[in-house]
């Protein structure tokens, strides 16, 4: 009967698990999350420092409270695997500390222009900045600020840490690539964003840039709604942009960077679109396999991922 307790052979996965025991007992019907609780206070290590795995073939007991262990296939004796995978930091922190660093540096260099540049005309003061350094300053600014707003309100996590050390690899890319790198580059005396632009090509990007952001923001709150606070149950996304693509997310975010860079002009701006986009890529094919493989009949196939006729 489900109801039944079942005892279970514990064994460590890789390095040995301080204080593991060889056995445990749970109840059936009990949930997996119970299980990772009860490890979890055997150990002395937070849940989200534990991955169970079946030794029967391998496979993952989710941190879950609507997977009950019965459904997980364990019976009386069979042996689970735990791996301590070091310590964690929640994603809502990494994300905060992430897009932070493009807020602090964009308006530190801004304003702080003459001390850091060379005056390029010596016989006069240094030169204020232009319209399109001032506009640059404002699209990439208003951009983090959404994401951390959207990183405190919107978003919601189906897992509540990561690796502790992945949040140095997440904001360098941030801090250096978006942060300094650009913002050097754009805010010099002699940039292309220090010259006069064309009004057609800097309204277009202005709408690609509000495009892009208020479409990204839409997909966003569409994502919020599939899942209750604290669940990691999924649903199947549906409404504007979901019938082009499979993450319309990363292609809101490619149409606001495009816009972006036709604002600033700058090779920095290029890279960062460039690595930015060539991750999202990566991201939305694989979504799109976990959709068809979670959901079988029930989803509707994407014939491009992430950007349409071209991924």
Known sequence: MTSSSVALVVRPRGKPVRKLP???TVALSGSAADLYRRLAAETGLSVHRLRITKGSDGSLIPNAKDVTLDRTGLREQSTVYVKDLGPQIAWRTVFVVEYIGPL????LLYVLRPYIYTNPNALSSFPPPSQLQT???ILITLHFAKREIETLFIHRFSLATMPARNIFKNSF???I???LNIAFWIYKPDAPTAKPSSPLITYTALLLYIVGELGNLSTHLTLRGLRSTGGTERGIPQGFGFGLVTCPNYMFETIAWIGIWLVTWSWS??????LAVGQMMAWARKKESKYRKEFGDRYQRKR??????IW
Do not use: R
């Not at 602090?104 to 308006?107: C, D, E, F, N």
């Not at 701006?269 to 460039?274: C, H, S």
């Not at 491009?304 to 006729?309: A, E, F, I, K, Q």
């Open 104 to 107: 602090l540096i964009h308006p």
């Open 177 to 179: 690539f978006a942060g």
């Open 269 to 274: 701006t290029l890279v960062f679109n460039a």
């Open 22 to 24: 060889e056995e445990t």
């Open 304 to 309: 491009y991922s992430m950007l349409p006729g």
């Open 135 to 137: 506009l640059s300053l």
């Open 173 to 175: 890319h941030y801090w």
